[in-house]
């Protein structure tokens, strides 16, 4: 942590920098070369992303999309538009580490889990999540989100980041290629319906299809790679993995991802496949071990590998209990922001069956305990949600993660750090995004309540400043008729 001394040494070079680059003239400019107007937030409590303590009656100083300086003692050019932020808290803008275009959050939404196709067809399912994306980007903002993860799928994973940079009232987008799997194809779309034709997992049965999958994603201009290696507490799953040789093929898309600078971040619930992982050299695990408790052995090789654990504890009540018993804990920011349709999906009734739930909705408790251990034990953490899986909304479910993970012990100044900083750090993008911070872009959220006090206050949302614009809450709000 950063603390005293270090801050106002800080804050003094930050507004020294500022000085060198107003004298300079070197000042962002627009598409005619006119210079972009000056904007100071003026008077809030800062809280910058980083885990440094929180700056008393900050500015943020911004040009067009990024930010000149933010601190105290910050020097406010002449002709600045001043916006007075006084009694109010400045954060970053929070980034789901990890969500999916291609899944609503309707119950519909992935009938090889939970198959309504008797009320929804998958088709029609499919053409309303093709329709919603822009309406599903909105909501991310409506909750804070301004940035998000996407843990692959089909090509509405691509157009929708597509799509996004098309808006100034959408999050920037880091598309993961993949998922990867080290199955044969009739075995991956049998845990995935295909969509629109189109494979879901991504099947990889040699080192050879490792290394050209790694080109793919470069050549889609990905910011990740993303794996899984997940038996489905099946022998004959476990045996194929093996037969395949999976430890080879991510060996090869590793090393191949590497040369062109893509993060490699993997899905994993069990000790023994998340320490292999960790050993060949990924940079995330998405989800966590879940069968048995994270051992010394683990925690030790994640600290010194740096990798980062995205636990996504909300699912397991939300999804695998909530949605069985119809005794939902809703946020009010769930019901403000969540696209219409798709929390009056979750009345449904299911069908009778329940394995994913009995395999992943029993195992609860050890998810919570595993994450405190891995925040104890000095392991980053990030958070991501699911969003788009049976339960999740699109933004709002953000919310609920935080909620989960402050109940299991983490405290909200470390969550805070773990839903911006860290965050981008698995998308590899904390250069330009997860704190406020001179040279980063301009994307904050400034809240009526004292996030530090309380994790549900990050709810207390005023305005959400993308990329520079701002946006009052209420305005992202959806209007669409329900459905």
Known sequence: MRHGIFGKFRSAIGSLSLLALLSSGDLLAGASGAMKPIVAYQGATLIDGTGADPVQNATVLLQGSKILAAGADIEVPEGASVVDVSGRWVVPGLIDAHIHFMTSGRIYTRPAMMDLRHIVPYEDEIKWVESHVPDTLRSFLCAGVTGALSMGGPSIEYSARDQAEKMTDAPSVFNSHGPAVAVPNFLAERLFPRW??????????????????????????????????????????????????????HEALIAEAAKYGLKVTSHVHTLEYGRRLMELGVDSLQHLPSDQPVDEKFLSLARAKDVIIVPTMALHKRTFEELYTKEFELLAIEESCSIPGVIQSWHEPLPPSKDDADYLGSRREMVASNTLALYEAGVSLAV????????LSHGASMHLELKRMNEAGIPARDLIVAATLNSAKVAGKDDLYGSVEAGKFADFLILSKNPLNKIENLQALETVVKHGKAFDQQDLMPSLPAE
């Open 384 to 391: 991501g949600t699911d969003a788009g899986l049976m339960g």
């Open 196 to 249: 629109n034709g189109e494979l879901t997992l991504k099947s990889l049965t040699s080192p050879e299809d490792a290394i050209a999958f790694a080109r793919e994603a470069a050549a889609n201009n990905a910011s990740m790679v993303k794996t899984a290696v997940d038996d489905r507490g099946s022998m004959l799953f476990r045996l194929i993995l093996d037969w395949l040789g999976w430890e080879e093929i």
